[in-house]
């Protein structure tokens, strides 16, 4: 099992005393090896095989019942010095981390296989890639793995060629008991432990830990930008492509948005979108002094519920083949269903946790029972969507025009504005908040702040996080122009007012315009927002008032946002960068004139 890394050897070695595997087994991402372990996983029923007639390639995956989420209680950054962590981060000692998780991890791949899984984020041998080594107990991190990296043979064979530092990442199922789970990230020693989970944003460790929580803390060193954000190009009629990156919260629409097709109101202008990634974006100031941005990521992991043809085309047509699907309702054709799909409910099925399924059927508290789990998820190649970019392996990416922040708010938050400035923008983001959602647990529905959408995944102090972005504002020229958008607002009725989806390009085409400066703007108390009549509506008729009711900028609830962001502030003492207490004072001001 030796290879030529002395240093991966001996960690391997390490990991291998800690937690006993029966075997090791080196991955090198072939087509044969894929099979091999499908054939594997479906003799123990870790995997079930679809359909092969209707959905080639195609798997079906249940986690353990109380797995089904990240868990941010779970989740610590571990350094020496508690403030690093900073006030929004769980914190602990990388000693008492490493003997916590050490005590869960003693022995517990006896009887199991250890497998190896080299995996770059980012193209292989880019200068802006980052390699990580994976160790892991599961075949499904492993195949999940193949889908959402770049891996195998060719990672190994450059990360030995330059003996080169690497991520090291050691996952391990164990009982999959979530009173015996911990998430552990070492930004200091470069290092990731998870163990008790099965669960995506827990154990495919290139994603949220590696690609957000130790690239942030990373970039902060280097000078890069690790962040939360999907990246799509908007190309219009000229061949224009003006490239944006949004920052939402988890299950706000980042991989919807990513991918929209242009509502049939604006086909005749002949837009199209092109999609760079829908969940992380690495950025940094290039030569030019504009902001490029990767995705480092190689695949999707996307919600299902809700997705279907109408709200999302180009994602049904790339879960035609080689996707694993998590969660999901299994139908007696061994094709997959979730609420919120497409075609009828089914009349019968196996639910997500494994029990004979019928719609209507209710629970003990009298609540439906779903087929699906909300934050059911599919595992699918980036490659297969539609209008995937043709820069996806470029080393440098794509060039940002445009910022926008957003997450679910019934109330608050209009349609879109855009921010006075950068140092203003950096303050929307660091205000941000958002309805919770089904992807990680806790009550769904309540009000979080959420900068940036990086509450979860900041790895270092967040207040030395909003620095970093303040700093980099002033190294652009240009800067991006920064956004906020609410597909989310509610009526009197609690129904969403705005229809979103492929109806969301008529905020970017908005957005874009903006950004070439083509067209004007009204300034309010909170930001920029179009001037009546400037978002093109062609096609889409809502009831009469609603365009303002979206737009409708409520003194009182403002005044209550302050109070809430004040309080939130108020955690970083004097870490707060006092740009962004300017900025509040600012907002203030202008609110109390309304
Ligand atoms: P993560 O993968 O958790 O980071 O989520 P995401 O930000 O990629 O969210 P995603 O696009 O998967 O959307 C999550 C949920 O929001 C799905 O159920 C969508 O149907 C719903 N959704 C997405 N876009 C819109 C929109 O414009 N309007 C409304 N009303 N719902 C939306
Ligand atoms: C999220 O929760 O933001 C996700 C899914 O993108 S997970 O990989 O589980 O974090
Ligand atoms: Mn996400």
């Not at 279907?308 to 998590?326: G, Q, V």
């Amino acid at each position: 099992m030796n290879r030529k890394h002395k240093g991966l050897n001996k960690w391997i070695k390490e990991c291998a005393t800690l937690c006993q595997p029966d075997k090791i087994v080196w991955i090198n991402g072939s087509e044969e090896e894929k099979n091999q372990l499908e054939k594997e996983a479906f003799k123990t029923g870790e995997l079930i095989q679809l359909n092969q007639k209707k959905m080639p390639g195609c798997v079906y995956h249940n986690t353990a019942v109380n797995d089904v989420a990240r868990t941010e209680k779970l989740t610590f950054i571990c350094t020496k010095n508690k403030r690093d962590a900073g006030p929004t981060n769980n914190w602990m000692t990388p000693k008492e981390g490493y003997n916590k998780a050490a005590e869960i991890f003693k022995g517990s791949m006896k009887g199991r296989t250890m497998y190896v899984i080299p995996f770059s984020m980012g193209p292989v041998g880019s200068p802006f890639s980052k390699i990580g080594v994976e160790l892991t107990d599961s075949i499904y991190v492993v195949l999940n793995m193949r889908i959402m990296t770049r891996m195998g043979k060719e990672v190994l064979d450059r990360l030995e060629k330059t003996n080169g530092d690497f991520t090291k990442c050691l996952h391990g199922k164990a009982e999959l008991d979530i009173n015996r789970r911990l998430i552990l990230h070492f930004p200091e020693d470069n290092t990731i432990w998870s163990v008790g989970s099965g669960y995506g944003g827990n154990v495919l460790l290139g994603k949220k830990c590696l690609a957000l929580r130790i690239a942030s803390a990373l970039g902060k060193k280097e000078g890069w930008m690790a962040e939360h954000m999907l990246i799509m190009g908007i190309e219009d009629p000229s061949g224009y492509i003006g490239y944006i990156a949004a920052a939402f919260p988890s299950a706000c629409g980042k991989t919807n948005l990513a991918m929209l097709i242009p509502p049939e109101g604006l086909k005749r202008k002949g837009y199209r979108i092109w999609t760079v990634g829908d969940d992380i974006a690495w950025m940094r100031i290039d030569s030019d002094g504009k902001l490029w941005a990767i995705n480092p990521e190689n695949g999707l992991f996307g919600v299902g519920p809700g997705t279907n043809a109408k709200t999302n085309l180009n994602m049904m047509e790339a879960l035609k083949k080689d996707t694993i699907f998590t969660n999901v309702l299994l139908k007696p054709d061994k094709t997959v269903w979730w609420e919120g799909g497409d075609g009828s409910q089914p009349r019968s099925g196996m639910d997500w946790q494994g029990r004979p399924w019928k719609p209507g059927q209710v629970d003990e508290h009298g609540q439906p029972v779903t087929g699906a789990h909300p934050n059911a998820r599919f595992t699918v190649p980036i490659k297969n969507v539609p209008c995937i970019t043709n820069r996806l392996d470029h080393h440098h990416g794509v060039p940002i025009s445009a910022i926008v922040f957003g997450g679910r708010r019934a109330k608050l938050a209009p349609l879109v504005y855009e921010s006075f400035d950068w140092q203003h923008g950096v303050f929307v983001g660091a205000t941000m908040a958002s309805e919770r959602t089904a992807a990680q647990f806790g009550k769904v529905g309540e009000v979080r702040r959420d900068p940036m959408a990086m509450l979860p995944f900041c790895g270092y102090n967040m207040g030395d996080y909003f620095k970093h972005w303040l700093k980099k504002g002033k190294k652009m020229s240009p800067a991006p122009k920064v956004f906020h958008v609410n597909w989310f607002k509610k009526d009197e009725n609690d129904k969403f007012m705005w229809p979103g989806f492929s109806d969301n390009l008529r905020v970017l085409e908005w957005i874009i315009d903006r950004c070439r400066d083509q067209v004007s703007a009204k300034k309010t108390a909170i930001g920029y927002i179009p001037n009546e009549g400037d978002l093109d509506m062609t096609g889409l008729k809502l009831p009469k008032g609603t365009m303002k009711k979206l737009f409708a900028i409520n003194k009182a609830a403002w005044r209550d946002e302050l109070v809430s962001i004040a309080e939130f502030f108020k955690k970083f003492g004097q870490d707060l960068p006092k740009e962004l207490r300017a900025e509040y004072k600012a907002l203030e001001k202008r609110i109390a004139k309304l």
